[in-house]
């Protein structure tokens, strides 16, 4: 079965930086479209960035070039930079392997990014 393993969140003050990264298994990841969710208490899934499988990118207007999406396909694992946080960076961080230009139903258990002073 497929599976997606987050990692790399924690708490950090604000104009820190931490670098998440998914590994994926089971799965021919490097065919396939990755990207970045984050979902903060009381908001809706939002999404953060996403990368083709021929290391195109994208990235919501708000993050304002913050944060960088990179995969290594060798290792089966997409990456996010995240630099300069901010409070309101707060959320649960999920990937998804992206069909049709969307999420699929396919994401990661999250990892949990905390930025406060």
């Known amino acids: 079965q497929v599976q997606l393993v987050e990692s790399g969140g924690g708490l950090v003050q604000p104009g820190e930086s931490l670098k998440l990264s998914c590994v994926a298994t089971?799965?021919?990841?490097?065919?396939?479209?990755m990207g970045w969710y984050r979902q903060a208490p009381g908001k809706q899934r939002e999404l953060v960035a996403d990368i083709t499988s021929d290391g195109r990118t994208n990235y919501a207007d708000s993050l304002k070039g913050r944060f960088t999406v990179s995969r290594d396909g060798a290792k089966n694992t997409v990456y996010l930079q995240m630099n300069s946080l901010k409070p309101d960076d707060t959320a649960v961080y999920y990937c998804?392997?992206?069909?049709?230009?969307?999420?699929?139903?396919?994401w990661g258990q999250g990892t949990q990014v905390t930025v406060s002073s």
């Open positions: 998804n392997i992206r069909l049709f230009r969307k999420a699929s139903d396919y």
């Open positions: 089971k799965v021919i990841f490097s065919i396939y479209s």
